[in-house]
């Protein structure tokens, strides 16, 4: 076999129709947990995002700028290339699923995001915590809490950057014709500047650039949905229909259609990936609950929003050809579209911005991927934190992961799409396999919180977390926090 066939054999069975049964399942059960959290509570998500906590002075990040870390995490290539190939081998009822992967997954954002934040620690002035951390201290499982940040390193050190930078490879050569190489080196260089000051700058990037990139793109999608406003209802009624199989031409691939849009859901919006309960993790609030709120709003922002906007755009002009496993041409729209990728994209906003469309999406594009490169150094560079303890060995760990990401980003813009998709698939279904199955056996203590966090807001009080009177052990964070406050 050659190292593609291997590639793509272990990806199928990362990626087998249980992992979707368990992805789907575990969102369904916490949603019914929570009583529904992530709509009883969307005031509050929205609320908390901007308030700020008034009871940490240091050691952390604001809630809006772990939600804008966590954003620019969520929105890069799976918004824009991965909606497109979630079209091209699911059809058009893949987004239907991803939307319901998205309402489901921000159950599974709240419990494993207030998790992270149950079982966090403060490390050389920094929080840190995830999986890892959780499946340490919650569960009491180092070993599998090893094997969680491994398996995060490699996928989020090397396979996924591969990806990113894939994407944006192909965008500037369909706009400008450049050499995929010198894309890759100027990502490397201008994420380098970036990664080496540490989560703070991230952090700071991040909530600059997430939340402007997130709207131009939206303010442009907005226009080409206008412009064709008459056939939003047929967009609409063509998603519902291929989605249920009930489409004369979409009924013969309805599992795929389903696997595609959990597979392309759950890596845009990262719900239950275990990438998210990272940057989590390093906010500074009062209570747990308040960073799972605003983690579980971040997933709605990323695939209601930005990825329904994306597909609205595609459909909407008919950019879009569909195919089978094998590459045979079920629905042919656009003969003239090469790839199953980005060009979807480009070529919908050619359509208004004749000339200029594949030179928008290629630098939106760029941005996305810019932040979300960022944000997969902190997932890794925070699981190496876990696995070493000497101050010596984790430097030189961090740096080799560096020129390790450096590599990946080089790496995947001169590869071919289909080899970098299915790198990045192996790596978000090693980390989910992994963290669902523990959050599944944690969430009785995120569902404690949860009630403690309500049962304080019911009284008029700001909540504040004591893990003690929840009988949760090993949250030191929490312990010494509450400590320092009773020994004042």
């Not at 090397?158 to 014709?177: D, E, T, W």
């Not at 206008?226 to 967009?235: D, R, S």
């Given at each position: 076999?050659?190292?593609?066939?291997?590639?793509?054999?272990?990806?199928?069975?990362?990626?087998?129709?249980?992992?979707?049964?368990?992805?789907?399942?575990?969102?369904?059960?916490?949603?019914?947990?929570?009583?529904?959290?992530?709509?009883?509570?969307?005031?509050?998500?929205?609320?908390?995002?901007?308030?700020?906590?008034?009871?940490?002075?240091?050691?952390?990040?604001?809630?809006?700028?772990?939600?804008?870390?966590?954003?620019?995490?969520?929105?890069?290539?799976?918004?824009?290339?991965?909606?497109?190939?979630?079209?091209?081998?699911?059809?058009?009822?893949?987004?239907?699923?991803?939307?319901?992967?998205?309402?489901?997954?921000?159950?599974?954002?709240?419990?494993?995001?207030?998790?992270?934040?149950?079982?966090?620690?403060?490390?050389?002035?920094?929080?840190?915590?995830?999986?890892?951390?959780?499946?340490?201290?919650?569960?009491?499982?180092?070993?599998?809490?090893?094997?969680?940040?491994?398996?995060?390193?490699?996928?989020?050190?090397?396979?996924?950057?591969s990806?990113?930078?894939?994407g944006?490879?192909?965008?500037?050569?369909?706009?400008?014709?450049?050499?995929?190489?010198?894309?890759?080196?100027?990502?490397?260089?201008?994420?380098?500047?970036?990664?080496?000051?540490?989560?703070?700058?991230?952090a700071?990037?991040?909530?600059?650039?997430?939340p402007?990139?997130?709207?131009a793109?939206?303010?442009?999608?907005l226009?080409?949905?206008?412009?064709n406003?008459?056939?939003?209802?047929?967009?609409?009624?063509?998603?519902?229909?291929?989605?249920?199989?009930?489409?004369?031409?979409?009924g013969?691939?309805?599992?795929?259609?389903?696997?595609?849009g959990?597979?392309?859901?759950?890596?845009?919006?990262?719900?239950?990936?275990?990438?998210?309960?990272?940057?989590?993790?390093?906010?500074?609030?009062?209570?747990?609950?308040?960073?799972?709120?605003?983690?579980?709003?971040?997933?709605?922002?990323?695939?209601?929003?930005?990825?329904?906007?994306?597909?609205?755009?595609?459909?909407?002009?008919?950019?879009?050809?569909?195919?089978?496993?094998?590459?045979?041409?079920?629905?042919?729209?656009?003969?003239?579209?090469?790839?199953?990728?980005?060009?979807?994209?480009?070529?919908?906003?050619?359509?208004?911005?004749?000339?200029?469309?594949?030179?928008?999406?290629?630098?939106?594009?760029?941005?996305?991927?810019?932040?979300?490169?960022?944000?997969?150094?902190?997932?890794?560079?925070?699981?190496?934190?876990?696995?070493?303890?000497?101050?010596?060995?984790?430097?030189?760990?961090?740096?080799?992961?560096?020129?390790?990401?450096?590599?990946?980003?080089?790496?995947?813009?001169?590869?071919?799409?289909?080899?970098?998709?299915?790198?990045?698939?192996?790596?978000v279904?090693?980390?989910?396999?992994?963290?669902?199955?523990?959050?599944?056996?944690?969430?009785p203590?995120?569902?404690?919180?949860?009630?403690?966090?309500?049962?304080?807001?019911?009284?008029?009080?700001?909540?504040?977390f004591?893990?003690?009177?929840?009988?949760?052990?090993?949250?030191?964070?929490?312990?010494?926090?509450?400590?320092?406050?009773?020994?004042?």
């Amino acid at each position: 076999m050659s190292f593609n066939e291997i590639v793509s054999a272990v990806s199928d069975f990362v990626w087998s129709p249980a992992l979707i049964v368990v992805c789907l399942g575990a969102g369904l059960l916490f949603s019914i947990l929570t009583k529904f959290v992530q709509v009883r509570r969307f005031g509050e998500m929205v609320r908390l995002l901007f308030s700020k906590d008034k009871t940490h002075k240091s050691g952390g990040i604001s809630s809006f700028q772990a939600f804008a870390m966590a954003l620019s995490g969520r929105v890069g290539t799976g918004n824009i290339v991965g909606v497109a190939t979630a079209i091209a081998f699911g059809g058009p009822g893949a987004i239907f699923w991803m939307w319901v992967i998205a309402f489901f997954g921000a159950g599974s954002a709240f419990v494993e995001s207030t998790l992270a934040q149950i079982y966090k620690v403060k490390i050389e002035g920094e929080l840190r915590g995830g999986p890892s951390y959780y499946i340490h201290k919650g569960l009491k499982s180092k070993w599998l809490a090893v094997i969680f940040a491994i398996c995060a390193i490699i996928a989020c050190g090397f396979f996924l950057p591969s990806v990113q930078s894939n994407g944006v490879a192909i965008a500037f050569y369909n706009a400008m014709n450049i050499k995929p190489i010198y894309i890759g080196v100027a990502l490397s260089f201008l994420l380098s500047c970036v990664i080496i000051g540490g989560v703070k700058r991230i952090a700071n990037v991040a909530r600059i650039v997430a939340p402007f990139m997130a709207i131009a793109y939206l303010a442009l999608a907005l226009i080409i949905v206008f412009c064709n406003i008459g056939k939003l209802p047929e967009v609409f009624s063509l998603i519902f229909s291929a989605a249920f199989g009930t489409h004369q031409v979409y009924g013969a691939i309805l599992g795929t259609t389903i696997m595609w849009g959990v597979k392309r859901g759950i890596f845009s919006n990262e719900a239950g990936q275990g990438t998210g309960p990272i940057v989590a993790a390093a906010a500074k609030v009062s209570h747990p609950a308040k960073q799972g709120l605003v983690q579980a709003f971040s997933v709605y922002v990323d695939t209601l929003l930005v990825c329904t906007a994306t597909a609205v755009m595609i459909l909407s002009t008919g950019m879009y050809n569909v195919f089978d496993s094998e590459g045979n041409v079920i629905m042919m729209n656009a003969p003239n579209i090469a790839d199953q990728s980005v060009s979807f994209t480009q070529s919908a906003i050619e359509t208004i911005m004749p000339g200029t469309g594949n030179l928008f999406v290629a630098i939106s594009l760029s941005l996305f991927v810019f932040t979300t490169l960022m944000a997969y150094y902190y997932y890794a560079e925070t699981s190496i934190v876990f696995l070493t303890r000497k101050k010596s060995y984790r430097k030189l760990a961090i740096n080799i992961l560096r020129l390790m990401t450096m590599f990946a980003v080089c790496f995947g813009a001169v590869k071919e799409t289909a080899l970098a998709w299915q790198l990045g698939d192996i790596g978000v279904g090693m980390m989910a396999w992994i963290n669902i199955i523990s959050i599944l056996i944690l969430f009785p203590t995120a569902i404690r919180t949860l009630k403690d966090y309500e049962s304080q807001k019911k009284m008029g009080i700001e909540p504040e977390f004591n893990p003690d009177k929840l009988n949760i052990k090993n949250a030191d964070y929490w312990h010494e926090k509450n400590k320092n406050v009773n020994n004042l």
